[in-house]
């Protein structure tokens, strides 16, 4: 079965300050993956997405996540945090099968 | 255009009554999935439904819960016999493709935030 780790619970940090959100998963085959993010009283919304083609994938806000094959990865990063950065980040994965497998999570907080 | 809803946005039961929590998936998305959401756990998935058919139960955490589909559209999930473990977030989500394709993405609801006391 497909599994997600993500590696940081809670992640602090001051504005402008760049940011990695590890990732990682656990399936031998061709997968999707996907960062979702979670702002305070909002609902889940995809920020990007990686299917085939280019492993450096851009997203909105100016988040951009890297799929490595040969690590199992698919790091989120950010150069230059914003207060309004402050949410919840849910990195998933689909590896052929109908549904998303999510990790638990990273709550970041971005202090102004 | 109008995203996915779910009613109610709250829900506060009795330990062994039961809920039903519905979602409206976005009008022409024939994927539905259901997860639940529960504090430092991240979202675990319940079921996938494709048009009014279940092939993918095998998140459902015991026979206390249940789903259905009807009309490709509207999801009621009901929980029989509520538990104070059962206390979550549960989020309905839509997909616009089926079949063998899964690359499409998938929209959230706002969620049903239960409570069993």
């Known amino acids: 079965a497909q599994s997600v780790s993500q590696h940081n619970h809670h992640v602090i940090l001051s504005e402008a300050a760049s940011l990695e959100l590890g990732c990682n998963y656990s399936?031998?085959?061709?997968?999707?993956l996907f960062w979702y993010v979670q702002y305070p009283g909002q609902h889940l919304q995809l920020l990007l997405k990686?299917?085939?083609?280019?492993?450096l994938v851009k997203g909105i806000k100016g988040f951009e996540a890297e799929f490595i094959k040969s690590k199992f990865s698919f790091n989120l990063r950010k150069p230059s945090v914003q207060w309004s950065d402050t949410a919840e980040y849910f990195c998933a994965v689909n590896a052929g099968y109908s549904t998303l497998t999510f990790g638990k999570g990273t709550m970041l907080l971005v202090s102004p | 255009g109008a995203g996915v809803s779910q009613s109610p946005s709250n829900k506060v039961t009795e330990k062994g009554k039961d809920v039903e929590l519905r979602c409206d998936p976005i009008?022409?998305?024939?994927?539905l999935y259901w997860y639940r959401q529960s504090l430092g756990q991240g979202l675990e998935f319940l079921i996938y439904?494709?048009?009014?058919?279940?092939?993918?139960k095998s998140g459902l955490p015991s026979d206390r819960f249940s789903a259905e589909r009807t009309g490709g559209s509207v999801s009621t999930l009901t929980i029989q016999r509520t538990q104070q473990e059962d206390s979550a977030v549960y989020l309905c989500?839509?997909?616009?493709?089926?079949?063998?394709?899964?690359?499409?993405?998938?929209?959230f609801g706002p969620g049903t935030r239960l409570t069993v006391t």
């Open positions: 989500a839509s997909r616009q493709s089926g079949g063998l394709d899964f690359t499409g993405e998938q929209y």
């Open positions: 439904f494709q048009g009014n058919s279940a092939p993918d």
């Open positions: 990686y299917f085939s083609g280019d492993p």
């Open positions: 009008s022409g998305h024939t994927a």
């Open positions: 399936y031998g085959g061709t997968v999707n």
